[in-house]
């Protein structure tokens, strides 16, 4: 049972663009959402992360939405970069530090 | 250097063979766990510790086995029981704490089948 749905699986973006990848979760305990960067053989990395005290945090070209009456969150990629291609995944915790992951985004950005 | 390590890079098994994955940590962390990572599936927990000498199943934990004697070291076995286990896997760990710690990734091994 994926209780962190992500969407689109896949994302082509030109350069300059903005990237946008969604997550929908179900369990309304929830209460940390980080989404994690990963590169072609590596590991992930967090990359910013959010409560749902907030509706939105920024961080330079990064920036996470939250809508928690709708159970979604967004990431927003300004200026898109080819150096962001990378897979995204979305992830959320209860209350502890075990993390339940969406199925991940594979995002290209052409130059 | 801080961090994780993760080896071999790349590991074979053959049929009816068990093998063994490292995971070796220098970030002073309690917590450790074991992710397997399938195209299109995310990562799914096999295995998680938050302290040495104890471990708990995670959501895919059949044919695989772990040990936590060391507190840096948690090792993962892929047992001949696991039936389909080419994949990337994935160790992590984090500090212990209520919420929202940071879990930190080594550089994974793929493991293929022969």
């Known amino acids: 049972q994926q209780q962190v749905k992500q969407s689109p699986q896949s994302l082509i973006v030109q350069k300059g663009g903005i990237s946008i990848i969604n997550c929908a979760y179900e369990?309304?305990?929830?209460?940390?959402f980080p989404w994690y960067q990963q590169f072609p053989g590596k590991g992930p990395a967090l990359l910013i992360a959010i409560r749902p005290d907030v509706s939105e945090k920024k961080e330079g070209r990064f920036t996470i939405s939250f809508n928690k009456s709708a159970k979604q969150f967004s990431l927003h990629i300004m200026d898109s970069q080819p150096g962001d291609s990378a897979t995204y995944f979305c992830a959320a915790s209860r209350r502890s530090n075990m993390l339940t992951f969406g199925g991940g985004t594979r995002l290209m950005v052409k130059p | 250097d801080g961090g994780i390590t993760q080896s071999p890079k790349y590991l074979f098994r053959k049929e009816g063979q068990n093998v063994t994955l490292s995971c070796e940590q220098n970030?002073?962390?309690?917590?450790m766990y074991w992710y397997r990572q399938d195209p299109g599936q995310g990562l799914r927990l096999i295995y998680y510790?938050?302290?040495?000498?104890?471990?708990q199943k995670g959501d895919i934990a059949e044919g695989y086995s772990v040990s936590r004697e060391k507190k840096e070291s948690f090792p993962l076995t892929v047992t001949s029981a696991q039936k389909n286990p080419t994949a990337f896997y994935l160790c992590?760990?984090?500090?212990?704490?209520?919420?929202?710690?940071?879990?930190?990734f080594g550089p994974g091994t793929r493991l293929l089948v022969l």
């Open positions: 369990n309304t305990a929830f209460d940390y």
């Open positions: 510790s938050q302290i040495v000498n104890d471990f």
């Open positions: 970030l002073n962390h309690d917590a």
């Open positions: 992590a760990s984090s500090i212990l704490g209520t919420s929202g710690e940071t879990q930190y």
